[in-house]
């Protein structure tokens, strides 16, 4: 069978299992197992595909129709450009999350010196390691409460070279660290924020894969901003910067819990769809 109609062919079973972008995936997974890059699949009209390179594309297609997430079929998941390992268990990280990211690289740009960064459950690692090498840090300190995060985000940490530059800590929300350090010069938090009955209205991939523990914020999705605000408080240099990913209907919410826990100057930034995703403010 020549590439283009299996292209279209895993595309249809995709399109049908109701996966959200059936084409785009199908490339993916064809592209992961001829390891060509996916922008090289239709310029050579005359690859074709093994007999057992055509069995791994339908087996790992199978599973795409089954819901299973693409990220946890083929192992990895690209962030902001960079590729990192990603395991069943621990939460798939999001493109929307590279909205915090950059808003982060933006605000740290004009620094002098090299920010010392908190990342407060860090999952596979993405956003404490995209820093560390974006900016060029020389510290960033990363903790989760899942051991198999922890152990994910390291692996990530020492593949992507910056394996002595973030220091993991396994741990709940900020208990571990001595109130009042006034340590870190920027806190980033993607919380979990879902409301815990929405949970099961999420798509499959979300709502049978990533940890409960990952999404789950209660029942008014705040829970984990309310705790964790005055802790952020207490490790935060004053002047230093807090931003944290939210949900899009959570800005007004979250802005008066920062307001109200001594921070000022906060700003709402959208995601490419529009929506408010990322509050950024400062410790008065
Ligand atoms: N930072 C990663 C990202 O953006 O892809 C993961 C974000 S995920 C939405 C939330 C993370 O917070 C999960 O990895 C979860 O294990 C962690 N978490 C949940 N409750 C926690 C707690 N009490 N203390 C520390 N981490 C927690
Ligand atoms: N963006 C995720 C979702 O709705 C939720 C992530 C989170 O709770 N931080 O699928």
Not at 37 to 61: F, N, T, W
Not at 69 to 83: A, D, N, R
Not at 119 to 126: F, K
Request: charged share 25%; with cysteine.
């Amino acid at each position: 069978m020549d590439l283009t109609s299996l292209i279209t062919r895993c595309e249809t079973k995709l399109g049908e299992a109701g996966v959200a972008s059936p084409r785009v995936d199908a490339e993916l997974i064809i592209s992961h197992v001829l390891k060509i890059p996916r922008r090289e699949l239709y310029l050579d009209p005359h690859l074709k595909p093994g007999k057992s390179q055509v069995e791994e594309i339908e087996r790992m297609v199978d599973r795409r129709a089954r819901r299973v997430p693409l990220q946890v079929i083929v192992g990895t998941c690209e962030f902001m450009g960079i590729e990192f390992k990603i395991e069943k268990g621990v939460f798939i990280p999001r493109p929307e999350t590279e909205v915090l990211v950059e808003t982060i690289v933006e605000a740290c740009k004009p620094l002098r010196s090299s920010p010392v960064i908190l990342d407060i459950g860090t999952g596979s690692g993405v956003i404490a390691i995209s820093l560390a090498h974006l900016l060029r840090l020389s510290r960033v300190v990363a903790t989760d409460i899942s051991p198999l995060a922890v152990k994910l985000a390291r692996e990530n940490a020492i593949i992507n070279g910056v394996g002595d530059v973030v220091t993991f800590v396994i741990g709940d929300a900020l208990e571990f660290f001595k109130p009042g350090s006034e340590f870190f010069d920027v806190c980033v938090c993607n919380p979990p924020y879902v409301r815990s009955d929405e949970i099961r209205l999420l798509e499959p991939e979300v709502r049978d894969y990533d940890p409960v523990i990952a999404i789950d914020g209660g029942g008014d999705g705040l829970r984990f901003f309310d705790r964790i605000i005055p802790q952020i408080a207490s490790v935060l240099k004053r002047g230093g910067l807090v931003a944290f990913e939210i949900g899009f209907d959570q800005a007004q919410e979250v802005k008066m819990m920062l307001e109200e826990g001594g921070f000022g100057e906060v700003s709402v930034i959208k995601d490419l769809a529009g929506r408010n995703r990322v509050l950024m403010g400062k410790r008065l």
